[in-house]
Structures are given as C-alpha cells and as structure tokens.
C-alpha cells in the first residue's frame, strides 16, 4: 500500500512558476513509476507527466512539454513537478499517481494504482 500527499499547489499569474512535491509512504519507493495528472472543472483527468522507477525516464503531455519537468528524489520518497510559464488553461487540481514497476510511457490514469487527493493550481491571467 503506497500513500501519496501532494503539496505545493497555489495561485500564480500568468507566466508564473510553481513547484508541486507528492511525498510517497513506503520503504519501496524507488519501484514505482510515478505520474502527475490534473483535471479541470468538467473535464477528464488528464495526463502530464511521468517518470519511469527503472530509469528516471521521462514522458510528458504535449501541452507541458518545455515548460514543466517531473522529477524524483528516492531519497526522500518525493517526486516533484516543476511547472514554469504557467498559463491560465493549466489551471487544475494536479494528482500524484504510482504504479508498481511500470513504465514512463503510461500515460493513461487506468494504468495507475495509487493517488494522491490533489493540489489546486490557479493560474490568473
């Protein structure tokens, strides 16, 4: 069982940096393959990023790609998601998500077993 809390979140103007953290329980932290999703009022939960437990590798949703980067310290059982040029359609709660073993290629929320209850992230204009 993996427990996941995020933090960090806030509101910040257009243009704006933030960055989330989702600290991880577990001695097993360093297996899972973690990812970072976020839904909009009425929207779907959406993918934006993920990091492989094997080998820190990377995926990102086009609309992050450039702007955000996804990180994991296995020391700390954190992984972190620094979001920079922040624009009001990233506005969203942002959920922490791990999946034993995986892939950074799982972009889909089905592929995820644990998560976090999300940060809210206001992005003003």
């Known amino acids: 069982q993996v427990q996941l809390v995020e933090s960090g979140g806030g509101l910040v103007q257009d243009g704006g940096s933030l960055r989330l953290s989702c600290a991880a329980s577990?001695?097993?932290?360093?297996?899972?393959?973690m990812g970072w999703f976020r839904q909009a009022p009425g929207q779907e939960r959406d993918f934006v990023a993920a990091i492989a437990w094997s080998s820190d590798s990377t995926t990102y949703a086009d609309s992050v790609k450039g702007r955000f980067t996804i990180s994991r310290d296995n020391a700390k059982n954190t992984v972190y998601l620094q979001m920079n040029s922040l624009k009001p359609e990233d506005t969203a709660v942002y959920y922490c998500?791990?999946?034993?073993?995986?892939?950074?290629?799982?972009?889909?929320?089905?592929?995820?077993?644990?998560w976090g209850q999300g940060t809210q992230v206001t992005v003003s204009s």
């Open positions: 577990g001695r097993t932290f360093s297996s899972y393959t």
């Open positions: 998500a791990a999946r034993y073993g995986g892939s950074n290629y799982y972009t889909h929320r089905e592929y995820y077993d644990y």
